[in-house]
């Protein structure tokens, strides 16, 4: 079985600064792991994958995140928050094995504050 | 380019009545999800379809019945609604089930309040 949990389903920071966004996997074989962004009254769209090559993971708006699979965990981070990052994300799991579905954690809403 | 097309965005249901969700894709996917999403519960997976002719339960089908058209369309069908069903519901397609080295691309929702 695979679950994800996003520790915080709010984050508030203020503009500019570090953005942390926690995800801690549980799966019995080696993952792949998403982010995906969900920006208000839209739908889901990927914001980056990890996929068992680098661990260290860039996605799109200066988003990256790391796989840690000593933690089991897949952080994403972003060095400086823009108001415009204001959106829920969605961490989620598969394992690499087709019988296995998509998995999403709870979601975490981040907050910016001018 | 739409993408994932879902109709209709909004709809107010009574208990007991049906009412059917419609999604198509222009991206000639193979795979074709419906998804509810409730407040701090993340996004479950209702029903899939790995390609067209087939589709197959997934973690909270109860309630509900699906169709896959054609390989195009994938529909959702509550026969008998219930207030537990008020959720807003996503519908995403992939090329490849699950697309593990991709992605899986939504529509915009449809949010479904039952009283």
């Known amino acids: 079985a695979q679950s994800v949990t996003q520790l915080g389903s709010h984050v508030s920071v203020s503009e500019g600064a570090l953005v942390l966004l926690r995800c801690n996997y549980s799966s019995s074989v080696p993952p792949y792991l998403f982010w995906y962004v969900q920006y208000p009254n839209q739908g889901l769209q990927l914001l980056l994958k990890?996929?068992?090559?680098?661990?260290l993971v860039k996605g799109i708006n200066g988003f990256e995140a790391e796989f840690k699979k000593s933690e089991t965990s897949f952080h994403l981070t972003k060095p400086s928050a823009h108001m415009s990052d204001a959106a829920e994300y969605f961490c989620?799991?598969?394992?690499?094995?087709?019988?296995?579905?998509?998995?999403f954690g709870g979601g975490t809403r981040l907050m910016v504050k001018p | 380019n739409a993408g994932v097309t879902q109709t209709p965005k909004f709809q107010v249901l009574k208990t007991g009545q049906s009412m059917t969700l419609q999604c198509a894709q222009d991206?000639?996917?193979?795979?074709m999800y419906w998804y509810r999403q409730d407040p701090g519960m993340g996004l479950r997976l209702i029903y899939y379809s790995a390609s067209e002719g087939t589709t197959d339960k997934g973690e909270v089908p109860n309630g509900y019945n699906v169709s896959r058209l054609n390989k195009r369309e994938f529909s959702l069908r509550l026969e008998s609604a219930a207030p537990s069903q008020t959720s807003v519901y996503f519908c995403?397609?992939?090329?490849?089930?699950?697309?593990?080295?991709?992605?899986?691309?939504f529509g915009e929702g449809s949010r479904l309040t039952v009283l």
């Open positions: 989620a799991v598969i394992q690499n094995n087709a019988g296995n579905m998509l998995t």
């Open positions: 995403a397609s992939s090329e490849a089930r699950w697309n593990l080295a991709g992605e899986l691309f």
């Open positions: 990890y996929t068992s090559a680098a661990t």
């Open positions: 991206m000639n996917h193979n795979s």
